[in-house]
C-alpha cells in the first residue's frame, strides 16, 4: 500500500482519495474510523446536555431499563438503547461484549481468557468487561486473533 501526504492551499478543504481495485474490510473499518473521529455524541449529565467525542467513550453499558457512557472521568446517560447504538451510530470499532455491554476496542489494554469459554477484558482505566462466550468468536475474528 502506497500513502501519498501533499501540501493543501490555504484556501482548500482537507481531502482524503483513496484508490483501490476493492474495497476491502480492513478499507470499511479505516474509513470508518476516518467518519467518525469527530463524532460527537450528546448525553445528559446533572440535568444538562454533554457532547463528547465518541472516541472519549470507554464503553456502553444498560443498568435498570437505561444506558449509560462510561469515559475516563465521567458517567453519562443517553436516551438510546444498545440496540440502537449498535446498528446505527457506532463504527467497527466498538464491540458488543455482552447483553448489557458495547466496549471500545481501542480503550481494551488486555485480553485473558476467563472461567466458560468468556474472557475479561481490562480497559484503559482498570475498569473489567465479561465477554459472553457469544461474542468470543466474533472478538477473535476483529482482533486478528
Request: charged share 30%; aromatic share 10%.
Amino acid at each position: 500500500m502506497k500513502i501519498t501526504i501533499l501540501d493543501k492551499k490555504p484556501d482548500e478543504e482537507d481531502e482524503i482519495i483513496i484508490k483501490c481495485g476493492e474495497l476491502d474490510e480492513d478499507l470499511r473499518m479505516l474509513l470508518d474510523r476516518l467518519k467518525n473521529h469527530r463524532q460527537k455524541f450528546n448525553f445528559q449529565k446533572d440535568s444538562k446536555i454533554v457532547f463528547v467525542p465518541l472516541t472519549d467513550i470507554l464503553y456502553f453499558e444498560s443498568v435498570d431499563d437505561k444506558v449509560f457512557a462510561y469515559t475516563e472521568s465521567d458517567v453519562l446517560e443517553t436516551k438510546l438503547k444498545l440496540y440502537q447504538l449498535e446498528g446505527e451510530y457506532l463504527n467497527n470499532n466498538f464491540f458488543r461484549a455482552n447483553k448489557a455491554v458495547i466496549v471500545n476496542l481501542s480503550k481494551i489494554e488486555s485480553l485473558s481468557p476467563a472461567f466458560g469459554g468468556r474472557f475479561e477484558a481490562v480497559l484503559k482505566n482498570g475498569y473489567k468487561v465479561i465477554i459472553s462466550r457469544n461474542y468470543v468468536s466474533a472478538l477473535k475474528t476483529l482482533l486478528g486473533l
